[in-house]
């Protein structure tokens, strides 16, 4: 049985790795960003003049190509991070000729590995999301607002209409860290392994 690559997306503090933390206890084996080895992301955040958006996503975009490659051929991967939210960002943050440069790259990327079996998209509001930002209180994010999170949040669905294999959750609605947990686990599951064409978990 084909057991491919899971990969997770959503907006900020959507719940990405705590969803990976879970099925990491699961069994699945999970790859998880390192934001902190992006040197540019500091500044896209604090000065949105200094323009270094082209910068910030080539270098997430290596990233997480460099840790999917690295991980290839372990079965069950799960990563809290997704190449095809990196594509969602390129087209947000980027001016034309930029996106056009960043393009090429990530075709070429994606040509050179398998795509994932799976995508998770953890649905989330922007209203909710500016709550949870806050709340875990990521120094650096702080100056994240409410309209970058709904234009993010557009790019990323616009992007995972074309994709099949996307289970959507509700991450706003369900709670997969406590009462919502097995019941989630149970529908990733079932989905993972009939690879489905897509369904909705909202309750």
């Not at 390192?34 to 082209?54: H, I, M, T, V, W």
């Not at 990530?106 to 709340?135: D, F, H, S, W």
């Not at 607002?145 to 990323?156: C, F, R």
């Not at 990733?188 to 489905?196: K, M």
Request: hydrophobic share 35%; glycine share 6%; with cysteine.
């Amino acid at each position: 049985m084909k057991q491919g690559r899971i990969e997770i997306c959503g907006g900020i503090a959507s719940g990405k790795t705590t969803l990976a933390r879970i099925l990491e206890q699961e069994g699945f084996c999970a790859v998880y960003e390192r934001y902190q080895d992006n040197p540019f992301l500091g500044e896209f955040y604090k000065n949105k003049d200094a323009d270094c958006s082209f910068e910030t996503e080539m270098v997430f975009t290596l990233l997480h190509y460099k840790m999917i490659r690295t991980m290839s051929e372990k079965k069950r991967l799960v990563s809290d991070y997704s190449l095809l939210q990196d594509l969602a960002y390129g087209r947000n943050n980027l001016k034309k000729e930029e996106f056009a440069v960043f393009y090429q790259m990530y075709q070429y990327l994606v040509r050179q590995i398998a795509p994932p079996q799976m995508i998770i998209y953890l649905k989330c509001r922007a209203e909710a999301l500016v709550g949870r930002i806050a709340e875990r209180a990521r120094e650096m994010e702080q100056t994240v607002d409410i309209g970058y999170l709904s234009e993010s949040i557009l790019a990323l669905e616009n992007c995972l209409r074309k994709e099949a294999g996307v289970l959507v959750i509700e991450s706003d609605r369900v709670n997969f860290m406590n009462k919502d947990r097995d019941e989630t686990v149970r529908k990733i599951r079932d989905f993972y392994f009939t690879r489905g064409e897509g369904q909705s978990v909202s309750e």
